[in-house]
């Protein structure tokens, strides 16, 4: 039941998929983060089927890339996006580290953010038109959604937190961090190795690009924040997958031409 209480925990925070409401206590907290790369898998699903609906009605590039840039939206319901638009504002403010976390905690939205995120959901529809829609590929990416949330479960037990209060830094007291640790570097071995046997060149090239990208997070997160916080957790996510895909993208249309 314990268990049970922590995938409800995490399904409740991170995503907009029904679940059975649980208190806020830290005995359900404490292995919450374990399951947040669930959610990943549902959005991997999602896209998959996707994927086979658009080939079943023979829908085009455009629909199905601007279908693929939103499910993860339907499914988690923005979270992550909100605090990477945060985070882009502190970011454009080229202010103090404290007056970046305080822009961070700002509920509104300034121009950076709204300009960053178009420039996100554009870029990110264009990198899912040029996929190849075939099956091996599809199925490998599906596992990018899966992959940013082990890399974000890590990063929250095993890096510094930027504030001694918030979302992320509560969930970082209250988990239980060497069971946290060792689950989600068995989540991160599964999706390499999904993610390879799926599809070789796109796999390989996926997974590199999100450890490359999680060793910058650390760095960037500590010399522009002094560790990070919900909101550089939610930016984190948000790059991870693009970075993934357009790591993926490139590596099968270079070795189509090798």
Same mark, same amino acid.
Request: negative net charge.
């Given at each position: 039941m314990k268990l049970l209480r922590s995938v409800c925990m995490a399904f409740l925070m991170y995503s907009h998929i029904p679940v059975p409401l649980v208190e806020w206590r830290d005995e359900n907290m404490a292995y919450a983060m374990? =399951?947040?790369? %669930?959610?990943?898998?549902?959005?991997?699903a999602a896209l998959l089927l996707w994927c086979w609906l658009c080939g079943v009605l023979g829908i085009g590039a455009f629909l199905f890339a601007a279908g693929a840039a939103l499910l993860p939206v339907a499914v988690?319901?923005?979270? *992550?996006?909100?605090? =990477?638009?945060?985070?882009?504002? &502190? +970011?454009?403010? *080229? !202010?103090t580290k404290e007056r970046k976390l305080e822009i961070m905690k700002?509920?509104?939205?300034?121009? @950076?953010?709204?300009?960053?995120?178009?420039?996100? =959901?554009? +870029?990110l529809a264009a990198f899912w038109s040029e996929c190849a829609r075939e099956l091996s590929t599809m199925l490998a990416l599906a596992v990018i959604p899966v992959l940013s949330r082990a890399f974000s479960g890590l990063a929250v037990v095993s890096f510094r937190s930027?504030?001694?209060g918030g979302l992320l830094a509560t969930f970082s007291k209250a988990a239980q961090t060497k069971s946290v640790r060792v689950v989600m570097v %068995? /989540? +991160? $071995? +599964?999706? &390499? &190795? &999904?993610a390879v046997c799926a599809q070789l060149v796109a796999g390989a090239a996926l997974i590199v690009a999100g450890l490359a990208f999680f060793a910058f997070y650390r760095c960037?997160?500590?010399? !522009? @924040?002094?560790?990070?916080t919900g909101d550089t957790a939610g /930016?984190? %996510? !948000?790059l991870c997958e693009l970075i $993934? %895909?357009?790591?993926?993208? @490139?590596? !099968?249309?270079?070795?189509?031409?090798?």
């Open positions: 374990c =399951f947040f790369p %669930l959610v990943g898998v549902i959005e991997g988690n319901g923005g979270i *992550h996006m909100d605090g =990477f638009c945060d985070c882009c504002d &502190a +970011l454009a403010s *080229h !202010q700002d509920s509104g939205a300034g121009a @950076f953010a709204v300009i960053c995120c178009c420039a996100y =959901f554009l +870029l930027a504030r001694t %068995l /989540w +991160l $071995c +599964l999706c &390499a &190795a &999904a960037f997160a500590y010399r !522009q @924040f002094g560790g990070i /930016w984190f %996510l !948000q $993934c %895909l357009a790591a993926a993208v @490139f590596a !099968q249309k270079i070795a189509a031409i090798v």
